[in-house]
């Protein structure tokens, strides 16, 4: 090997003392290298020289060669050694994993200023250079596995001497890098959500740069780590990588620039053909067969695969996409898209997402610049070769019919269906659609939420519940645009009770237009008498919960004390909320947040995700409140006019609406078994259930069942005691 060469090395491990990085007590985030017990490590014995030299192994200097007592010299063959390399026990023995069993050692490999832990396999490796390989770890058929003295292990740092252009920014929910956020190891979507909005707050971002800036050392010279218990096999390049414990790795392209989280708990896997470079993967990510992934981050118990393409885009724990192309978005939690042909670009998408094949969502095919946005919020889910003009938004639960919408869209009603009307400029809009028609699918939806988080370690807080504040939030609002339409297509003024009376007629009869929905157009509302009921049954049933589930446990004697015992339990009325990543905060909340990170009183990400852990203690309560309220100002009245005879009135709705809305989801579901065009293709009944299996059976529809009757029951409990 070349002199200077040599001399490049020995500089780079003048500073090598580490172990394993070690957690800074005062900032987690903050990468210190800790002292390796110097005891532990001896130099070779002469007679253990004359057997490595035996076995065809070479080293710049024998003396640079450390290992400890358990040492087996005959475990290494056919290896080459520079610079500082320290050995941990070698013992006779095989390290398995699936059906890969190797003999504890190291063959065949260039291995250059390296700590190698317990009992390894290092077993063709071409090119091994500083790293330290944790325990019980297996590296096998490795061209190229490397660390440089500028790695920053895809944390967005900079290194001294380096200027601030090399700096990686990851450039989401808008193609012109404008709302740009850092990445570091344990960022979260709350995180980059408020990091990529309020970028007209000059000292709110920069104060987040600084925050990001104290999670790095500037100092050259770290050591790229693999944890215990990793097996690393059949891959090309690798550069710059730090892999956790129980990381898997088979058959990747290239890898660099890297923090690939992983532990026993949640173990990582990156599969086969994958190129994945400028990136912070998660906990428990599957990422493999032919995955490209360029400036990402992932959070936790996200799935990459068959292909997908991932640039400029943070996906949200629990997601999973694969066959499709997704540039420069924000996606919270729960996202799925899973067909080659759909096209995701400049969006923020807020959890919950279904994006379907064929769906082509993109700022620069439709529009002057490359600066379009769309923003939907949860429970998006576009149709079948549905593509939409950019700028755009979405109220939560939006389900797009498949089309082409030529003009941008503003739709404020939720649970609402989009569909293209006649007209290129006019769109029609069902409000309420999913109550309705889908809701087989909206309440299966909360359920397999929470039956497919599979986080052991929950950082980013999650509301999957298709009722809470920001939904219903938006049903108060949807049900004042229905009465204003209403109102102006009747030619006079209408009460919310006077349409529900009239519902029937109004439907029937009556043309209502919005106009503020579609960008020089129309939408026109079907049914919107029935949407505007939809949505006050559902704040009832919403409201009326909230209470049920406050009288399970109490009895009161007069309505006097159920009085003071609300006003109690009652916290402030929040009626504007934000969705940070996931996590439902009242909007006060959430810029005081962004105060006291301006103020320096919450002067680390460790500290602001505490105040994360913060409000999600007291969410609870606070959407219980926000509940009770927007009943009480649906009935415009107060706790003091919550008599016993009104509270039976209430209990008895939630009771009804419950029996709808399964009633609804069972007909919804029904459908699929009923429609003669979706039974044509089997040749019997009992085919179709061999195929379909019976709804009876429905594992989502039998627990849904019973909790409804279970409630139902209580009710009945309650009800019998307030006389």
């Known amino acids: ?48 020289i004359e057997i490595l030299v035996k076995h065809n192994n070479s080293a710049e200097s024998w003396d640079k060669v450390l290992v400890t007592d358990n040492f087996n010299p005959n475990l290494i063959k056919n290896c080459e050694f520079w610079g500082l390399v320290r050995i941990g026990d070698l013992q006779s023995g095989f390290l398995a994993y699936h ?39 297996i590296l096998f058929n490795l061209d190229e596995m490397i660390t440089v003295d500028n790695a920053k292990f895809g944390n967005g740092i900079v290194k001294e001497g380096e200027t601030e252009d090399v700096r990686i920014w990851i450039e989401l929910a808008n193609e012109n890098g404008n709302r740009a956020v850092l990445p570091f190891v344990g960022i979260l979507p709350a995180d980059a959500y408020i990091w990529s909005r309020n970028r007209a707050d000059r000292k709110f971002q920069q104060k987040l740069k600084e925050l990001t800036d104290k999670l790095g050392d500037t100092r050259r010279g770290y050591y790229g780590e693999v944890g215990d218990h990793c097996v690393i096999k059949n891959s090309r390049i690798i550069k710059n990588v730090n892999f956790g414990s129980y990381c898997y790795v088979k058959g ?5 620039n890297l923090t690939i989280q992983s532990s026993a708990d949640e173990p990582s896997q990156i599969g086969e053909g994958v190129e ?4 912070i993967i998660g906990y428990g990510n599957r990422i493999f067969y032919g995955v490209k992934a360029v400036r990402f981050i992932t959070g936790r118990n996200v799935q990459l695969k068959y292909g997908a393409r991932l640039l400029n885009s943070f996906l949200g724990d629990n997601s999973t996409i694969s066959c499709c192309e997704v540039l420069n978005n924000l996606i919270f939690p729960f996202h799925e898209q899973h067909h080659n042909n759909s096209f995701l670009i400049a969006a923020t998408v807020q959890g919950q997402a279904n994006i379907a094949a064929g769906a082509t969502i993109g700022s620069n095919h439709n529009s002057r610049a490359p600066d379009g946005e769309i923003i939907a919020e949860r429970g998006f889910w576009p149709g079948l070769c549905s593509n939409f003009k950019h700028n755009s938004y979405f109220a939560p639960f939006a389900l797009v019919a498949k089309g082409t919408y030529y003009s941008e869209l503003n739709i404020k009603l939720p649970f609402a269906l989009v569909s293209p009307a006649d007209k290129a400029n006019e769109i029609n809009i069902y409000p309420g659609y999913w109550f309705k028609h889908n809701m087989y699918a909206l309440a ?27 939904t219903v939030e938006s049903m108060i609002s949807g049900i004042e645009i229905l009465r204003q339409g209403i109102c102006q297509a009747a030619g006079k003024e209408l009460s919310i009770a006077e349409i529900i009376e009239q519902q029937n007629t109004i439907d029937g009869k009556l043309q209502v237009v919005l106009n503020d929905f579609v960008y020089h157009g129309k939408a026109r509302v079907l049914k919107p008498a029935q949407g505007l009921h939809l949505y006050y049954q559902m704040i009832a049933y919403y409201g009326g919960l909230a209470l049920y589930e406050f009288l399970k446990t109490q009895s009161f004697k007069s309505e006097k004390d159920l009085a003071a015992a609300l006003k109690e339990r009652l916290t402030e009325h929040h009626r504007k909320w934000v969705n940070l990543g996931g996590q439902l905060v009242p909007a006060a909340e959430a810029q005081k947040l962004i105060d006291d990170i301006k103020s320096g009183l919450l002067d680390s990400w460790q500290k602001i995700h505490e105040r994360y852990d913060q409000l999600w203690e007291a969410y609870p309560r606070q959407k219980w409140s926000h509940a009770v309220y927007s009943l009480l100002d649906l009935y415009e009245i107060t706790p003091n006019d919550l008599t016993f005879e009104r509270l039976r009135k209430i209990l008895k709705q939630v009771k009804e609406i419950a029996g709808q809305l399964l009633k609804n989801a069972f ?23 061999a195929v379909l299996g019976k709804i009876e059976d429905n594992s989502f529809l039998v627990e849904f069942e019973t909790e409804v009757k279970e409630m139902q029951q209580q009710i009945d409990g309650i009800l019998a005691q307030l006389v």
């Open 667 to 689: 007909k919804s579901r029904e459908k699929d078994y009923t429609n003669p065009y979706r039974k044509m293709t089997y040749e019997n009944e009992h085919e179709m259930e």
């Open 444 to 470: 299966r939806n909360s359920w397999k939420f929470k039956n497919r988080d599979k986080r052991v370690i929950k950082e980013q807080h999650i509301e999957t519940d298709y009722l809470a504040p920001d």
């Open 252 to 256: 990747a392209n290239k890898l660099k």
């Open 1 to 48: 090997m070349d002199r200077v060469i040599l001399d490049k090395l020995e500089n780079f491990s003048i500073d090598f003392v580490p172990r394993k990085f070690l957690v800074d007590k005062e900032n987690p985030y903050l990468l210190r290298n800790r002292q390796s017990d110097s005891s532990r490590f001896r130099n070779l014995t002469s007679r253990e």
């Open 99 to 137: 059906k890969l069993r190797l003999p504890v050692g190291l063959y065949n490999s260039t291995i250059i200023s390296c700590d190698l832990g317990d009992n390894v396999v290092v077993r063709n490796v071409r090119y091994l250079s500083h790293y330290i390989i944790g325990h019980h770890t």
């Open 276 to 279: 994945l470079v400028n990136g």
